[in-house]
T-cell receptor, first 113, second 114 residues
Framework: DADVTQTPRNRITKTGKRIMLECSQT?????MYWYRQDPGLGLRLIYY???????NKGEISDGYSVSRQAQAKFSLSLESAIPNQTALYFC????????????FGAGSRLTVL | AQSVTQLGSHVSVSEGALVLLRCNYS??????LFWYVQYPNQGLQLLLK??????LVKGINGFEAEFKKSETSFHLTKPSAHMSDAAEYFC????????????FGQGTELSVKP
């Protein structure tokens, strides 16, 4: 099994719908992140969590919310999806040291029509 | 504030040729620098990282990068390209107290011609 598992891998939805992307990890890492990838823009940080009781906004948090249900689970929600949220979303984890190496999931491709 | 610029959104080389992917960064404090690779339909995986030790960093699959403070650069090289190197490559920067909050460059897609 993958160290970081994202579900669903692909999702097509309509404007205004609520969407949840889920992430679970078996790395035992405390730190979890949600990044968004757009062509030509690289990856941008949406939200991050350094432990179960810690949630922080990243660079582009507007229109998104997150929930850290357990050390191993971190979900991203779009309360009312809009077309410019069409993107590839990545969950990642890291240890709490200075090297900050991220372990990524395989990604969730979201299309909002 | 930190930022990363990757020069060239697309680079094409012939198999066996030198690979050079360019990355320049800006940071007000000593940075940590990374190169990640993304193969089609996969997540990113770490190629190599610079954390203020040796300025020449060796990574997986024959890649290496050199940290040049005077040029604020961290270019990625490989002496001889292989078809399996075709992928998208991302340069990223962070600093010690930023956890896994990386600032990524725009990405460079590497094509390898037979």
């Amino acid at each position: 099994d993958a160290d970081v598992t994202q579900t669903p891998r692909n999702r097509i939805t309509k404007t205004g719908k609520r969407i949840m992307l889920e992430c679970s990890q078996t790395k035992g890492h405390d730190r979890m992140y949600w990044y968004r990838q757009d062509p030509g823009l690289g990856l941008r940080l949406i939200y991050y969590s350094f432990d179960v009781k810690d949630i922080n906004k990243g660079e582009i948090s507007d229109g998104y919310s997150v929930s850290r249900q357990a050390q191993a689970k971190f979900s991203l929600s779009l309360e009312s999806a809009i077309p410019n949220q069409t993107a590839l979303y990545f969950c990642a984890t890291s240890e709490g040291n200075g090297a900050n190496v991220l372990t990524f999931g395989a990604g969730s491709r979201l299309t909002v029509l | 504030a930190q930022s990363v610029t990757q020069l060239g959104s697309h680079v094409s080389v012939s198999e066996g040729a030198l690979v050079l992917l360019r990355c320049n960064y800006s940071s007000s404090v000593p940075p940590y620098l990374f190169w990640y690779v993304q193969y089609p339909n996969q997540g990113l995986q770490l190629l190599l990282k610079y954390t203020s030790a040796a300025t020449l960093v060796k990574g997986i699959n024959g890649f290496e990068a050199e940290f040049k403070k005077s040029e604020t650069s961290f270019h990625l090289t490989k002496p001889s390209a292989h078809m399996s190197d075709a992928a998208e490559y991302f340069c990223a920067v962070s600093r010690y107290n930023q956890g896994g909050k990386l600032i990524f460059g725009q990405g460079t897609e590497l094509s390898v011609k037979p």
